[in-house]
């Protein structure tokens, strides 16, 4: 049998918060019915990467140095 290991990676806890804000909304506004797989957080990536800006903040990514 096959040792099937996952490696987890972390999310900022920030970003995971504002995803999920974003889904309450959603669901207020319509957008989004109240079921599990529509206002899950993978189910709000896959709609962040739709928006017409994401590549210009992909790109803003590669070049942008970091802050603190």
């Not at 669901?27 to 590549?55: D, F």
């Not at 990514?61 to 802050?67: E, F, V």
């Amino acid at each position: 049998m096959a040792n099937n290991k996952i490696a987890h990676d972390r999310i900022d806890m920030n970003f995971k918060i504002d995803m999920k804000n974003i889904a309450r909304i959603r669901l207020a506004k319509g957008l989004a019915k109240m079921k599990p797989t529509e206002l899950s957080l993978p189910e709000m990536t896959r709609l962040l990467r739709r928006c017409e800006n994401y590549p210009k903040c992909l790109e803003e990514l590669r070049t942008k140095p970091k802050t603190r």
